[in-house]
């Protein structure tokens, strides 16, 4: 643990560090192969929807003896349509037909009661309509674009329209890639996992305007200075909250596995576990992409500003002239100063961007922050 | 938000203890209220507690385009409801979802099947004339005499004293109420003869019914054994009464008036009614009546069945509006009604014309229902649901106290007391919920609450985070807490409003189940900002000037040198070179 917390100081001061605003055309790279593959998923395979969707009924029965296929048998007789069952922890069955109509599930019902020997008020039903189930969809495809575009509106006033944008590019690749991993894994979709992925909405730009805020701090006075480019500072943002967005994923993840582990444990399927699956799927493609995809597209998008063109400029320009200057001054001619570091790399070569030792620390840390002004 | 105000700041930083000690009065209070309210547990949906949900879409009929709007919902939620509680169903609650649905819910232990046919199908209304009538059997059951409708419109006191002179008749009878032509309203007064409330078997004794002796007769014996005295009996009837085909006769329960009718075939469809609505009939002293106008061929029969009915004797001179097998109001007529409007009036309230005049309506109502989904949880099943819920809610809760154990040691307390303290209250807010607004738990409501854990646990990460940067830049834990909450409140604010606006889009547009999940989670991350800053906060800096966690104890989670700070920067605890940053 305390390797850990180690960690997180280092990672705070710069002294280890990632290069992900660097490495980014290697990431996007990867985001891009894993959306198409998605993509492709979902034209291919298409998705598995539900019953809610498409209408029919489920039918779940309490603790009975007769077996799984024998029920399938009865309620492919008893409905004359296809039946999927499912044993279900608690020693019931759940049976799934589609294609019910809602006035013919309840003789479908008495029907299979009969069957399987079971009083027909303790067979518990959920019938859907095919309607209701296009319903929920255009609901769910409405909020998503009201939800979308409130976002973006508010990212852009709170912080920037860079930021909004980015925001709004690692939303869609998160809900690109659950949506193609439920295609490619064929997991059913039901209005929980609707649910779940609109929840992700929220918690995937909770984690990005988190680093987006240090981002925004850190920034603040960039032009100011000559030391560092956007993207260096960009990527100590990233690598300083690190461990909190470490700490936030594994958090959010540990309710949701357990939701997981009862929803399919124990109920065998149902609600729990089709939310949790979906939050499951989208809260990793959420830390990811906050991280990996937002944060570089930033850099990149203000990269592009005349301004921050000309930092970078001053900033090379300045590192070279101390390049081929004196000795002491060799720590900030470093190109990578993020680079990852051996564990027992001397501070000498670390070039730090908050080490007071080349810096006056008066300047440094107090830099964007509204307490350090306050003094 | 960034920069707060200098006198903000001391006071949160001087009084950290009266602001805890708020929140915990306020906690009590909510506890105790919760306690006084006698709801110590949050009311529990159908898929948690058993019983029978019922989506209805509403359609548009065919030319009828934009039928769909809150008022025809709101009169489709009034007949619904009758229906449902026609049925003796307590608790049932019916309710419109989104734009276009309406939601019965019936809880475990009434017979749901009854139920839906019920509510699924369109309801009936029809005008038939009155063959003969008796009082609802008060003679022989005095159970009978206590009003089954609360509604107190029927009653001739209430009648007699709105309108004394222009319309006896309302003094008189148990109705009370006449029809007349609807524009120009005549003088009742004369025609209409009172009906003896004080001789009941005289006017059920004459059954002038041209269909014959014995057809009378029968009509006659159904009429006396038709119960009208309790729920179940009324219902039955009703049942009975909705069933019977149009040309038929039948006998029905007028459970305002007390009254028990023997019905005509229908002379009216409730479908020719185009329009109804309760007016203040100021010119004529009436006081509230009812309106209504019909379609062509509805006047047209109107007309005829006023022009039948109005020379009758008593209870003859009566036609009965059914809805569903039960009487709504049964005015008598005072002339042939030829004009395709006609009124009702006598001794209503605001509240009983306005009834009526939904009802009538509902009639000309153009649109229909469809059952949309059907849920029907058995209750054993919703319990192992509930309890599978709260066992994934505890697990979480475990396996996220643990990690913060881990990482965070002595630090985590505050977070464990906060998130408790969260759960708490969102407990307690939820029980008071469902007698408040109908907030009902159901199983998505119980994963949005599970899923909110890791959102309230974030905000402390953040904060603990930040308080950690903080001393990593060598400060003492006080000015720590004090600098490191500007810059954490406003970080969990912003992401927080984030979630927050997820959760209220998600409440708004979406419909079903989406509802309940998203309501949670819209209350949890109203109450992560609520308990961070006036529990968290305040009791990270009274504790903050304990030694055990300022002097960084190495299990307090802030143990300098665990974090690796840089040499302090005020006082020299330890003596090292100031310029080297201190390797951990």
């Known amino acids: ?375 | 938000m960034a920069a707060p105000k200098k006198g903000r700041k001391q006071s949160a930083q001087g009084r950290p203890g009266r602001t805890l000690a708020l929140m915990l009065i306020a906690i009590v209070a909510l506890t105790g209220g919760m306690f006084a309210s006698g709801h110590t547990t949050p009311r529990l949906g159908i898929d948690l507690a058993g019983g029978t949900s019922i989506t209805l879409e509403a359609q548009n009929e065919p030319g009828q385009k934009n039928a769909i709007n809150p008022t025809n919902m709101k009169t489709a939620v009034g007949i619904m409801e009758r229906r449902v509680n026609g049925l003796g169903v307590s608790e049932a609650e019916v309710q419109t979802q989104g734009d276009k649905n309406i939601i019965v819910n019936i809880p475990k232990g009434t017979n749901s099947a009854q139920a839906r046919e019920q509510v699924g199908t369109t309801a009936k209304l029809y005008f038939r004339p009155v063959l003969t009538g008796a009082p609802t059997g008060s003679a022989t059951d005095p159970g009978a005499s206590p009003s089954p409708s609360p509604s107190g419109n029927s009653a001739s006191p209430s009648a007699s004293g709105k309108s004394p002179s222009p319309t006896p008749s309302a003094t008189a009878t148990t109705q009370g109420r006449a029809v007349t032509e609807g524009l120009a309203a005549k003088d009742s007064a004369k025609k209409a003869d009172p009906t003896p409330s004080s001789t009941p078997s005289d006017s059920a004794s004459p059954p002038a019914d041209p269909s014959g002796e014995a057809a009378a007769a029968d009509v006659q014996k159904q009429l006396d054994a038709l119960d009208c005295s309790t729920a179940k009996g009324r219902a039955a009837a009703s049942e009975k009464a909705a069933q019977a085909e149009d040309s038929e006769t039948i006998v029905a329960c007028d459970p305002e008036s007390q009254y028990k009718y023997a019905l005509g075939p229908v002379a009216v469809n409730g479908e020719r009614v185009d329009d109804a609505s309760a007016v203040f009939a100021t010119t004529t002293g009436e006081g509230w009546i009812v309106q209504m106008e019909f379609d062509d061929k509805g006047g047209d029969q109107f007309a005829e069945v006023t022009g039948r009915l109005v020379g009758q004797a008593p209870p003859q001179n009566q036609f009965a509006i059914v809805l569903d097998g039960e009487i709504v109001s049964a005015p008598s007529v005072n002339s042939a009604i030829t004009g395709g409007s006609a009124q009702i009036s006598g001794g209503f309230t605001q509240q009983s014309a306005e009834d009526l005049a939904n009802v009538l309506s509902y009639g000309a109502l153009p649109i229909t229902f469809k059952e949309a989904s059907v849920t029907t949880v058995d209750a054993a099943l919703g319990g192992d649901q509930l309890e599978a819920g709260l066992i994934a809610g505890a697990i979480g809760l475990a396996l996220v106290i643990i990690y913060l154990l881990l990482y965070y040691r002595g630090l985590s307390l505050i977070a464990i007391a906060s998130l408790l303290v969260s759960a708490v209250m969102t407990y307690v807010i939820m029980s008071l919920l469902g007698p408040a607004i109908g907030f009902a738990l159901n199983l998505p409501a119980v994963c949005g609450a599970i899923v909110a854990i890791g959102i309230t646990a974030d905000s402390f990460i953040v904060f603990f985070e930040r308080i950690r940067d903080e001393v990593r830049e060598g400060r003492t834990l006080r000015p720590a807490v004090e600098r490191g909450w500007p810059r954490a409140r406003r970080t969990i604010l912003v992401s927080d409003f984030v979630s927050f606006l997820a959760a209220a889009v998600l409440f708004i547009v979406t419909v079903g189940k989406v509802q309940g999940f998203a309501f949670t989670l819209g209350l949890t991350t109203v109450l992560d900002v609520v308990v961070v800053f006036f529990f968290t906060k305040p009791l990270m800096t009274i504790l903050a000037r304990k030694k055990f966690f300022a002097n960084g104890h190495s299990w307090s989670g802030l143990d300098p040198k665990r974090l690796g700070a840089k040499p302090p920067l005020r006082r020299s605890r330890r003596v090292s070179a100031p310029v080297d940053p201190k390797e951990a």
Not at chain 1, 305 to 326: F, G, I, N, T, Y
Not at chain 1, 341 to 356: L, N
């Open chain 1, 1 to 375: 643990m305390s390797k850990l917390g180690n960690l997180g100081a280092r990672l705070y001061r710069g002294e280890v560090g990632y290069d992900f605003v660097g490495k980014r055309m290697f990431w996007y790279g990867v985001s891009i192969l894993i959306t198409i593959t998605a993509i492709v998923g979902l034209a291919v395979r298409g998705l598995n929807m539900g019953i809610e969707f498409e209408g029919g009924a489920v039918f779940t029965t309490p603790k009975t003896s007769v077996s799984a296929s024998q029920a399938e048998d009865y309620a492919e007789e008893a409905a004359g349509h296809d039946a999927i069952v499912q044993g279900l922890g608690s020693g019931g069955l759940r049976i799934q037909v589609a294609g019910l109509d809602t006035n013919t599930s309840d003789q479908v019902k008495s029907e299979l009661a009969q069957d399987m020997n079971l009083d027909p008020e303790r067979i518990s039903a959920e019938l859907v309509g095919p309607s209701w189930g296009d319903q929920i969809a255009n609901k769910a495809w409405q909020g998503l674009g009201i939800f979308l575009v409130l976002v973006v509106i508010y990212l852009a006033i709170a912080f920037e329209w860079r930021m909004a944008l980015a925001a709004f590019v690692a939303l869609i690749h998160d809900i690109t890639i659950t949506v193609g991993i439920y295609a490619l894994v064929g997991f059913e979709v039901t209005p929980g996992t609707v649910i779940g992925l609109l929840t992700i909405l929220g918690y995937s730009l909770y984690d990005t305007v988190v680093v987006f805020d240090s981002l925004k701090e850190q920034t603040k006075e960039l032009t100011k200075q000559t030391r560092w480019t956007y993207s260096e500072v960009a990527n100590r943002s990233i690598n300083s909250t690190l461990v909190r967005s470490i700490n936030t994923t594994v958090v959010a993840l540990l309710p949701v596995a357990g939701l997981l582990f009862i929803g399919g444990g124990v109920l065998g399927a149902g609600m729990l576990n089709d939310i949790s699956l979906s939050l499951f799927v989208g809260l990793a493609a959420g830390a990811y992409s906050s991280i990996f995809i937002a944060t570089p597209l930033v850099a990149d998008l203000k990269e592009r500003e005349p301004q921050m063109k000309a930092l970078k400029k001053r900033v090379l320009a300045k590192r070279a002239s101390a390049a081929s200057q004196s000795e002491p001054q060799e720590a900030e001619a470093v190109d990578e100063p993020y680079d990852e570091e051996p564990e027992d790399a001397t501070p000498a070569v670390v070039g730090p961007p908050r080490s007071q030792r080349s810096q006056p620390s008066s300047r440094n840390r107090g830099r964007g922050r509204p307490s350090g002004k306050r003094r």
